[in-house]
Antibody, heavy 122, light 106 residues
Framework: EVQLLESGGGLVQPGGSLRLSCAAS????????MSWVRQAPGKGLEWVSI????????YYAGSVKGRFTISRDNSKNTLYLQMNSLRAEDTALYYC???????????????WGQGTMVTVSS | DIEMTQSPSTLSASVGDRVTITCRAS??????LAWYQQKPGKAPKLLIY???TLESGVPSRFSGSGSGTEFTLTISSLQPDDFATYYC????????FGQGTKVDIK
């Protein structure tokens, strides 16, 4: 069964850091780009970042560029999001999502995890 | 950046109704568009990609159409399980979601 399981969320003070992880199973992890998408409480979906499958190319939304870093360890089938200089507006449920087509960095997201909650507050 | 605008924001409908949701892109995105369904407390679920291709396992009452800047998601006969929020997403240039359309019970 294809599965994504996020972890690492929690409560952090403004200006602090947090690292999220997403453990993947059931598919050839290195063959697909992977993404982080977030959803603030009661709000819509916001794309955060994508990393390609093998080349390691990375892309970021303007709202997180320079503060967040996406990475992956294909030997561990794990995706990461290092979040620095956190702000109150980063408070959200963070989803890990798999890009649906192996030949593309950007495509529809066919598999989603259940999310991990990040709360930025003093 | 490409902006995606959905209409309406909320739609009240009854079981059996035909429902149409519109998504407009601020610039042309060819057919690089997906639709998702999200229920409260759950992750989004992919319904349609490439504007009109039904994801495996999605009921055939869901359909998508359009290209360029204007797209529609149609539910041919609304079922009780379909009351949810729907999002469009472009992936022509990076990724952007629409603001969502909540389909609730009339």
């Amino acid at each position: 069964e294809v599965q994504l399981l996020e972890s690492g969320g929690g409560l952090v003070q403004p200006g602090g850091s947090l690292r999220l992880s997403c453990a993947a199973s059931g598919f050839t992890f290195s063959s697909y780009a992977m993404s982080w998408v977030r959803q603030a409480p009661g709000k819509g979906l916001e794309w955060v970042s994508i990393i390609s499958g093998s080349s390691g190319d990375t892309y970021y939304a303007g709202s997180v560029k320079g503060r967040f870093t996406i990475s992956r360890d294909n030997s561990k089938n794990t995706l990461y999001l290092q979040m620095n200089s956190l702000r109150a507006e980063d408070t959200a449920l963070y989803y890990c999502a798999k890009v649906g087509e192996g030949d593309y960095d950007f495509y529809a997201f066919d598999i989603w995890g259940q999310g991990t909650m990040v709360t930025v507050s003093s | 950046d490409i902006e995606m605008t959905q209409s309406p924001s909320t739609l009240s409908a009854s079981v059996g109704d035909r429902v149409t949701i519109t998504c407009r892109a601020s610039q042309t995105i060819s057919s690089w568009l997906a639709w998702y369904q999200q229920k409260p407390g759950k992750a989004p679920k992919l319904l349609i990609y490439q504007a009109s291709t039904l994801e495996s396992g999605v009921p055939s009452r869901f359909s998508g159409s359009g290209s360029g800047t204007e797209f529609t998601l149609t539910i041919s006969s609304l079922q009780p399980d379909d009351f949810a929020t729907y999002y469009c997403q472009q992936y022509n240039s990076y990724a952007t979601f629409g603001q969502g359309t909540k389909v609730d019970i009339k």
